[in-house]
Every structure is written in structure tokens, then in C-alpha cells.
């Protein structure tokens, strides 16, 4: 450690604004360069797994516009894809117009639910009573 009286180089000066900046960085984004990400969107009979290259701090929301789903699914209303539930990895994002990615990173986009499971179940047990 320096007596607080000798100045620190130039060159001292300079290591320790790039560990500072290291430090400053959030994990998983590289700095520099672009992030690998995947888009992931599915149907019953077809699935579609889009790679893309992203800038940092590009958000899942963003992510899902640039995969261009709209275009690669036309059977699929537009409404879907406007907002759609999606996730990472398989965990549901609350905020995903918030949710940085990572490098990485698979961002899911969830369809609807054709019939609400309960419903499903009560179905399904009212059949076998009824057998």
C-alpha cells in the first residue's frame, strides 16, 4: 500500500480504472462484442429455434421482435407475439422489457393455454365417474 502522499503513476492510474471498470461490468455480458442468443417459439406439429446476435443490454422483449415470429409463424395471430409470456431457460420473466440478456441466454415465447387446466382435470374426472 502507498503513503497517501506519493501520487500514484500514470500507468498505476490506468490499471486501476480497468479493474474498476472490470468490476463495474454485469456478468455474462462480454464487453465489446455482440451477445449469442437463441429465440425459442413452438407449436403442437412445428417449432422454430432463431440465433441471433444482439447488442449488450438487449432486452428478452427486444429479442423476441428481432426473431421476427410473426414471419415465421403467419398461422399464428399477430396478438401472440405483441406481448407475449416469456421466459429464460424455462423461468417464466415477469418484466421482460426489463430483463437484460446474457450471452447465452434461450428466451422462450409461451403460447396461450387453449383450456385452463383445472378445467381440464375436472373434465377428466367427471369422464371416469361417469364410465
Known sequence: MQ??????????KAALESEKAESDEEPGVPTG???????????PCRQRL??????????AAEAVERANLPGLFPEVPD???RQPAIG????ALRAPHSYRLRDGDR??????????PKAARQARAQRQRDR
Open 3 to 12: 503513503p497517501s502522499n506519493v501520487r500514484a503513476s500514470s500507468a498505476e
Open 33 to 43: 462484442r455482440l451477445l449469442h442468443i437463441e429465440v425459442a417459439f413452438a407449436l
Open 50 to 59: 432463431i440465433s441471433l446476435e444482439v447488442e449488450p443490454h438487449t432486452t
Open 79 to 81: 396478438a401472440i407475439f
Open 88 to 91: 429464460i431457460f424455462g423461468k
Open 107 to 116: 428466451v422462450e415465447v409461451y403460447r396461450p393455454l387453449v383450456i385452463d
